[in-house]
């Protein structure tokens, strides 16, 4: 499901937030999904610091993956068809993250690839690192691997 944003691209076309929180436009081909047009925030713009990090793997950025709940666009798509998830700063298990944790999951139980790894760098704006215990346990019962990069 797409909602309208009332905000054009630079060619002109309506940008739709969809319902997984991300941004898209629409052609009579589909669905192209684009950065947001929001202005960034300190905090939420250090989000790219994992991300260009996990592209030193190698592979493709952000493959899109079409799962029962959805669409999941993995970070990094590293060779040997390994995904890798990006987290900046402390990360909790909210609605969100766990309907992520479900798509790797599926990805690694139809294997459609072969294996997760979820990322946490430590964020420039909080100093903080990680992920809540509740997420390490729905990690670790996912079969998804934990890195934690401290700088």
């Known amino acids: 499901m797409y909602k309208a944003t009332?905000?054009?691209?630079?060619?002109?076309?309506?940008?739709?937030?969809g319902g997984n929180g991300n941004y898209y436009?629409?052609?009579?081909?589909?669905?192209?999904?684009?950065?947001?047009?929001?202005?960034?925030?300190?905090?939420?713009?250090?989000?790219?610091?994992?991300?260009?990090?996990?592209?030193?793997?190698?592979?493709?950025?952000?493959?899109?993956?079409?799962?029962?709940?959805?669409?999941?666009f993995v970070d990094q798509l590293a060779p040997g068809n390994m995904a890798h998830e990006s987290k900046v700063g402390y990360t909790s298990l909210d609605a969100s993250t766990a309907l992520q944790v479900a798509k790797d999951a599926e990805l690694l139980s139809r294997g459609m690839v072969n294996g997760v790894t979820w990322n946490f760098f430590t964020s420039p704006v909080t100093g903080r690192v990680g992920a809540a215990p509740a997420l390490l346990k729905a990690l670790s019962d996912a079969g998804i691997k934990v890195v934690v990069h401290e700088i």
């Open 25 to 72: 436009t629409l052609t009579g081909e589909g669905s192209t999904r684009i950065p947001s047009p929001n202005p960034s925030t300190d905090i939420g713009a250090t989000g790219k610091i994992g991300e260009n990090d996990l592209k030193s793997l190698g592979g493709q950025s952000q493959v899109s993956f079409q799962t029962s709940l959805g669409a999941r």
């Open 6 to 17: 009332g905000t054009l691209d630079s060619s002109g076309n309506q940008i739709y937030l």
